[in-house]
């Protein structure tokens, strides 16, 4: 039972969550799975592999949501993008193939924007270590090598160990990995949430039609500040 | 090296027509010999009005006929994906699309659906002898909790040629799936019709950019037509 007027983003309208959705919104199902916030993507360094620009925006904001979570007994799932060496594990990605392909055909030297894919994601560097906080009891997930934080990993083992069916999705990039990993979820029955201030992707139009899809196909789209007053107005009636 | 002037949907910056020739960074996407088609929801119950309606993918019906007649020809199977759901709904039990679609004002999937024996579950397109039927969907994602991949193994295919109806949802939801296990994608864009007209267009935009080749209709088939080899 809801314990606030919590909103919903519906069709590109903040909107009361209508009655029915108990179980999404009960913090104790619920883990926060957080893609790809590493120095691949994230670092301010010119030679940084693949950078979301956007995504350093939120890392501070990501932190201190995360903080808020953890206080309220919420498990932080870090999902990190690695690869074990040399660019083979990373170089059929369809995003990296699509990206190179199309580049390599343009006048001009558009594939010097992706002389560094190669080093992305590379374990034991910085371009696959975590730029947020990743604090005792947190959980990494480290084997992602796809836009998806399910194939190849151990995310749905974690999620089964946790006793968690509520995924709470920030990070980057809204409208690739994030929005994969949310169709991934909800076609294997999690109760999906997007979080959507705490995700970026590579531009605020694109970012709004993953949001969409995701509030339309697979699970609620929301905020940080409706999530957490809702979660916490839960708890203090818990303890009550 | 493909034999056509195939061209691609392409919007990372600006080329003349928003298009670009496949050849020659892709020439791996147009080998006939890999190539499957995944026609996605394109059955009875998915096209009916007072069903589910999807029905303005009816209109495609067939100009797909068409399409996978060409793919026919050329040895290359089609896959007709459909969902068959067990009597008194256990399969839509936890499926969240039975709650989160109506919130944004689309009639709500019902539940029971499209059960075993419903002519509901039939394909409005042509299914040949030779095709396959996938009726083991349950999600948006063809992959999920069917035999999909292993289907596709054994047929030796690593290309997927998509289309069918909703590319909003079977076809994103397959489609990234598709691609994280890299299988090469083809996306046929004017065979693939949303169910949200607004998130046609953002859809096959997303596409181009992490999923696939978006590809037109025409254009690819001639391409097949040809074998796709030199």
Request: aromatic letters at 8%.
């Amino acid at each position: 039972m809801p314990q606030t007027n919590m909103k919903i983003n519906i069709n590109g309208q903040l909107t009361a969550l209508p009655g029915g959705f108990d179980d999404y919104i009960d913090p104790t199902r619920a883990a926060i799975v957080e893609l790809d916030m590493h120095g691949g993507h994230l670092d301010p360094e010119p030679d940084c592999p693949a950078p979301c620009i956007r995504g350093r925006e939120i890392v501070g904001d990501v932190n201190r949501f995360n903080e808020a979570c953890r206080s309220l007994g919420i498990p932080i799932v870090h999902i990190v993008n690695t690869y074990r060496s040399g660019d083979y594990e990373g170089k059929q990605s369809a995003w990296r193939r699509i990206t190179e392909g199309h580049y390599s055909m343009l006048p001009g030297d558009m594939l010097a924007c992706t002389k560094n894919f190669g080093n992305l994601a590379l374990e034991n560097t910085k371009w696959s270590s975590l730029v947020v906080e990743n604090k005792p009891g947190d959980i990494v997930v480290n084997t992602k090598k796809r836009v998806t934080a399910f194939e190849t990993t151990d995310l749905d083992l974690v999620m089964r160990a946790l006793g968690k069916d509520v995924i709470v999705i920030t990070g980057i990039m809204t409208n690739c990995c994030d929005l994969c990993s949310a169709f991934y979820a909800g076609s294997k029955d999690y109760k999906v949430i997007f979080c959507f201030d705490m995700t970026r992707g590579s531009n605020p139009s694109d970012e709004a039609a993953a949001g969409l899809m995701v509030s339309r196909y697979i699970g609620l789209n929301t905020t940080s500040e409706e999530l957490l007053r809702e979660w916490r107005a839960q708890k203090a009636a818990m303890n009550a | 090296m493909p034999k056509t002037p195939i061209t691609a949907k392409f919007i990372r910056v600006p080329v003349e027509g928003g298009r670009i020739r496949v050849a020659p960074a892709f020439d791996d996407f147009l080998d006939v010999s890999k190539m499957a088609v995944l026609e996605l929801g394109m059955q009875k119950g998915n096209l009916t009005k007072d069903y589910f309606p999807a029905e303005k993918s009816t209109k495609l019906i067939a100009d797909v006929n068409a399409f996978n007649d060409g793919c026919r020809k050329a040895g290359i199977p089609i896959i007709h994906v459909g969902y068959q759901f067990r009597p008194n709904g256990l399969d839509l039990r936890n499926a969240q699309y039975t709650r989160i679609t109506p919130l944004s004002g689309k009639k709500p999937f019902p539940n029971p659906a499209m059960e075993q024996g419903s002519a509901l579950c039939e394909f409005s397109t042509e299914v040949k002898d030779v095709d396959l039927r996938l009726l083991s969907a349950k999600r948006h994602n063809a992959f999920e909790g069917t035999d999909l991949e292993f289907l596709l193994k054994v047929l030796n295919r690593k290309v997927v040629i998509l289309l069918g109806a909703g590319i909003d949802c079977l076809g994103m939801a397959t489609g990234f799936c598709g691609m994280c296990k890299d299988y090469k994608t083809l996306v046929v864009e004017d065979l693939f019709l949303p169910y949200f007209e607004d998130l046609g267009e953002e859809c096959t935009k997303a596409c181009t950019m992490f999923i696939g080749l978006v590809v037109r209709a025409n254009e690819l088939s001639a391409e097949i037509s040809t074998g796709g080899k030199e």
